[in-house]
């Protein structure tokens, strides 16, 4: 039986969430070079970010904070304040998989790890402007690292 994430929520919070809209579906795009040659830049929901940064909304927040990679997890705190979080603050890598991607790396199975990732709460329903504004910012923190390719971990 396939995930749905949607009823998770609802079983832990006793409601269920807003339907998401739809789209059209998403056009893939080919990789340019091998995931061994490429650089890898990470993307997550959890809300992590440096205790010296302005918070993280728990909701609707469609900014954003980078994360460097040199950052220690045990450094970061978790702004989204979803049922799941538990996980996270438990073991951080369950949301942003920043020590797994160095073992990846070390090990030649990808062939960078961008320097900054991006850090974003999940709970967002303002779509145009996510997409307007939020999405092309971070377009340019991937295009200023050479970024190939993009992970996204949902939260």
């Known amino acids: 039986m396939p995930f749905s994430m949607r009823k998770l929520l609802a079983e832990l919070t006793g409601q269920m969430p807003k339907p998401a809209p739809l789209f059209d579906p998403p056009v893939l795009t080919p990789l340019r070079k091998p995931i061994a040659q490429s650089t890898i830049g990470l993307f997550v929901s959890c809300g992590a970010q440096l205790p010296e ?7 609707e927040d469609i900014s954003f904070r980078l994360l460097p990679r040199d ?17 996270a603050e438990e073991d951080l890598n369950v949301a942003y998989p ?10 030649g199975a990808i062939g960078r790890l961008a320097d900054t990732a991006v850090s974003m709460v999940g709970s967002i329903q303002r779509y145009t402007e996510l997409l307007d504004q939020t999405v092309p910012a971070i377009k340019q923190v991937y295009d200023s690292q050479d970024v190939d390719l993009v992970l996204l971990f949902p939260f």
Do not use: C
């Open 71 to 87: 950052t220690p997890l045990s450094k970061l705190v978790i702004s989204h304040k979803t049922a799941v979080r538990k996980w």
């Open 98 to 107: 920043l020590d797994r991607m160095k073992e990846l790396e070390a090990e």
């Open 53 to 59: 940064d302005p918070p993280l909304g728990e909701t």
